[in-house]
């Protein structure tokens, strides 16, 4: 089993942050992962019981995964799991939390947890996948760093409205 954390020094609040990723309007613009993203029953965003549907983007275009929403509590925590298999993940499961550093700047800990399969190949397969997740991730998080340096402005303004 694989497990590890990252920490992200994010340019905007936690609630911004926090909707930036959860919110789809958002999330299209800056998450390289992605190519479609949709909470099953047509919701704005998950909710605790909610079952999304994560389709890949770019060069993980194959891979498709769907998952359910465990924890939910805006603006602190998120986490889900995935629900079947979705090569190479047997199992899989993360959680975001956010912590406020000031007005305008929070941390983002984004841990995982997953199994890399088939089983008779997880010792050769789990420290490659691990590796490439990492590097996406990293990816990722500084992709969505920098749509909220120069963007948290228009998610403030959405959210008077929306949230």
């Known amino acids: 089993m694989v497990h590890d954390r990252f920490e992200f020094d994010i340019p905007a609040s936690s609630d911004v942050v926090f909707d930036a ?3 789809h309007c ?4 800056w998450d390289s992962l992605v190519q479609d993203v949709r909470v099953i029953d047509g919701a ?28 939910f509590d805006r603006p602190r ?12 993940f047997t199992s899989w499961a993360a959680s ?14 984004y841990t995982y947890t997953f199994r890399a399969g088939p ?8 420290p490659i996948v691990k590796r490439i997740f990492d ?3 990293r990816r990722r998080f500084l992709r969505m760093q920098r749509f909220l340096a120069k ?3 228009e998610v403030v303004q959405w959210q008077k409205f929306s949230v």
Do not use: D
């Open 96 to 109: 975001m939390k956010h912590r406020p550093v000031g007005i305008n700047r929070s941390i983002m800990i």
């Open 119 to 126: 089983r008779y190949l997880s010792w050769l397969l789990e």
């Open 44 to 71: 704005p965003c998950p909710y605790v019981g909610a079952e999304t549907e994560n389709a890949g983007g770019g060069w993980v275009r194959g891979l498709s995964m769907r998952t359910r929403f465990v924890s």
């Open 135 to 137: 590097w996406q991730t």
């Open 26 to 29: 958002w999330r299209f613009r």
């Open 151 to 153: 963007h948290s402005g």
């Open 77 to 88: 925590v998120a986490a889900a799991t995935m629900i079947g298999h979705s090569f190479p």
């Open 21 to 23: 990723f959860h919110y």
